[in-house]
């Protein structure tokens, strides 16, 4: 599993719900958005100031609001349909409903491993295309200086 998921996975694990309209707590796409709004820098990769994460994606976002943010984090814009972005939004949405948090998990690291999304160890930064994090190293300018 992606290093990124597992840390989400891990922080979030006991929280983690069904999206009911009495549900408290996260579903797994809303725990990656919490999770990467409230506890990542963003360095080039938040490049659209007029797309946030906003709260009620930060819980249970439904599916369009969820491909924003992951849109969002992979630095497309939301219009572009050339990726597959919405295919992991549906996807982590559909098995997170169903009650399938490890395959919604799963669905949620191979969508980190597609885009090549880590976070480095040491500064928090998210890195992408960064060969030493993806690795689970720190990444080049905490190992360099």
Not at 70 to 90: D, H, P, R, W
Not at 113 to 134: H, I, M, N, P, T
């Amino acid at each position: 599993m992606n290093a990124l998921a597992e840390i989400i996975r891990d922080t979030y694990k006991l929280q983690i719900h069904r999206g009911t309209g009495k549900a408290i707590g996260f579903c797994v796409g809303g725990a990656a958005c919490h999770y990467l709004a409230d506890n990542v820098v963003w360095d080039e990769i938040y490049q659209n100031p007029d797309v946030t994460i906003t709260d009620s994606m930060k819980k249970f976002p439904h599916q369009d609001d969820l491909e924003k943010a992951l849109k969002q984090i992979t630095g497309f814009t939301y219009g572009n349909t050339y990726s597959n972005v919405a295919y992991y939004a549906e996807s982590i949405v559909a098995l997170n409903d169903e009650g399938d948090f490890p395959s919604a998990w799963q669905m949620l690291s191979d969508f980190f491993d597609e885009y090549e999304l880590s976070e480095c160890g040491e500064c928090g930064e998210l890195k992408q295309g960064d060969a030493r994090v993806f690795g689970g190293m720190r990444c080049g300018q905490c190992a360099y200086g």
